[in-house]
Nanobody, 114 residues
Framework: VQLQASGGGLVQPGGSLRLSCVVF????????MGWYRQAPEKQRELVAS???????NYVDSVKGRFTISRDNAKNTVYLQMNSLKPEDTAVYYC?????????WGQGTQVTVSS
């Protein structure tokens, strides 16, 4: 199983980015998926998750700004990030649930700075 994340970059405060994560090697539609992030000297935190049925959950700090979605036909999960803030700066990782499976994307850097 491989997860390939992309879409990070440098953006000004208030800007937007869309992260993508393609999953190879497993029946994608059977798993819940999530996006984590890790900022320097901070613990990795769960940002958003989506069940196989499409139910979503978000950490309070991104509610109303981030949207997680999935396209089962493309084996892909997305994270649309709007109204970005400097505190959103981190490496973002996608993962299959349960996390104990140990399947993570390689991480994509998001930097929010003027």
């Amino acid at each position: 199983v491989q997860l390939q994340a992309s879409g990070g970059g440098l953006v000004q405060p208030g800007g937007s980015l869309r992260l993508s994560c393609v999953v190879f090697g497993t029946p994608f539609s059977i798993n819940a998926m999530g996006w984590y992030r890790q900022a320097p000297e901070k613990q990795r935190e769960l940002v958003a998750s989506i069940t196989r049925g499409g139910s979503t959950n978000y950490v309070d700090s991104v509610k109303g700004r981030f949207t997680i979605s999935r396209d089962n036909a493309k084996n892909t999960v997305y994270l649309q990030m709007n109204s970005l803030k400097p505190e959103d700066t981190a490496v973002y990782y996608c993962t299959l649930f349960p996390v104990s499976l140990g399947y993570w994307g390689q991480g994509t850097q998001v930097t929010v700075s003027s």
